[in-house]
């Protein structure tokens, strides 16, 4: 339930989603998982961060290059 780019930075609403998709998986006794439905590990969401930061960096280059 995140698009980018949005009204909030990134990386900021990356971390408030999986924060929320925690809490709601707590609330409910279930898990978080990720696109193939595998339990969301921390690595995963290291490398999920990662790249909304590359796409962060992308968007930054393109706006200069205008």
Same mark, same amino acid.
């Given at each position: 339930?995140?698009?980018?780019?949005?009204? *909030?930075?990134?990386? +900021?609403?990356?971390?408030? %989603?999986? &924060?929320?998709?925690?809490?709601?998986?707590?609330?409910?006794?279930?898990?978080?998982?990720?696109?193939?439905?595998? *339990?969301?590990?921390? +690595?995963?969401?290291?490398? %999920?961060? &990662?790249?909304?930061?590359?796409?962060?960096?992308?968007?930054?280059?393109?706006?200069?290059?205008?």
């Amino acid at each position: 339930f995140m698009q980018l780019p949005g009204p *909030v930075e990134g990386v +900021q609403a990356f971390d408030a %989603m999986i &924060e929320s998709a925690r809490a709601l998986a707590s609330s409910l006794g279930g898990t978080v998982c990720d696109a193939t439905r595998s *339990v969301l590990t921390n +690595q995963t969401i290291g490398h %999920m961060r &990662e790249e909304v930061i590359g796409y962060q960096l992308q968007q930054r280059v393109a706006k200069t290059a205008l």
